[in-house]
């Protein structure tokens, strides 16, 4: 059932992350744009939550202030109930490295490493040991046993992601942010990724938020938050494919509505 309007319920001791009142604003030369504008939500460990929006509602600034790759005008972001501000950078990189991974549409993988370098390359840089056997573990897992030294230009699009999936896993993240991670794939790539970040949920019990645009992907979420000028306005449970296109089509009906109403 598509519901209006979010309620923050109160915190509770299996929310892998939650945001209080959380605001991103720029200042541009046209002026403040208010990219967020008070989102609250809490999402329980092992939960996997697609959110949706139209074009510039806000997503990518969520998912960037989320996983603490930018930095919220005002509100607060909890990662497994601990507060992620008010320290130095490099403290925020250090909670960053403990406790969230990230995958993005374009893979992000380092040209000159290797799948298996690529892959290890959270460990090294937050200075932990190298578990090989673990490492290489993960990559069979998304399939890669058999590229371990290949670079990431002698692999297709979906096994790059495949790489970037394993690499935000392998440190054993709480959160796993994934940005369109199907956007720039094939429908069958598309779908294998979609598998391994579903089995990092319902396996491991990662919590993963995903930003997405295809209602087929969004329906492999337990549920869908969808997101208006910076808001969040609704939420789909259980959602299917042709629920989520349908809120979609309403959210972007309103959203064409109010700009005609504001002539632009
Ligand atoms: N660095 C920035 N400076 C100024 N404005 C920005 C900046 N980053 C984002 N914005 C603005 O904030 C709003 C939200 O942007 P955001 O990229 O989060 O939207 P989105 O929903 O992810 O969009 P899309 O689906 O097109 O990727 C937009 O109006 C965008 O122009």
Avoid: W
């Amino acid at each position: 059932m598509f519901q209006q309007g979010m309620v923050t319920p109160p915190l509770a001791s299996g929310q892998a992350l939650r945001l209080d009142a959380v605001t991103r604003h720029y200042e541009s030369p046209g002026g403040t744009v208010r990219a967020l504008n008070g989102v609250s939500l809490a999402l329980d460990g092992g939960s996997f939550t697609a959110v949706m929006g139209p074009s510039g509602s806000g997503k990518s600034t969520l998912l960037q202030c989320a996983a603490g790759l930018d930095t919220p005008t005002s509100g607060r972001v909890l990662v497994d109930g601990v507060e992620m501000s008010g320290g130095t950078e490099a403290e925020l990189t250090r909670f960053r490295r403990n406790r969230i991974g990230f995958v993005f549409q374009h893979f992000n993988l380092l040209p000159t490493l290797t799948v298996l370098q690529n892959a290890t390359l959270p460990l090294r840089l937050a200075g932990k040991r190298v578990d090989r056997t673990q490492a290489v573990e993960v990559l069979t897992r998304v399939g890669l046993a058999d590229r371990l030294d290949h670079l990431p230009a002698q692999l297709s699009g979906g096994q790059q992601q495949r790489v970037a999936i394993a690499r935000a896993l392998v440190a054993g993240p709480r959160v796993v942010f994934a940005d369109e991670p199907t956007g720039a794939l094939d429908t069958r790539s598309a779908r294998q990724v979609l598998a391994l970040l579903q089995e990092a949920v319902r396996i491991d019990g990662r919590t993963l938020v995903m930003v997405t645009h295809d209602p087929v992907a969004a329906a492999h979420a337990d549920q869908v938050l969808f997101l208006a000028d910076g808001r969040l306005v609704g939420r789909l449970a259980e959602p299917t494919a042709a629920a989520v296109a349908d809120a979609m089509t309403r959210l972007t009906d309103q959203a064409a509505r109010g700009r005609v109403a504001e002539g632009v």
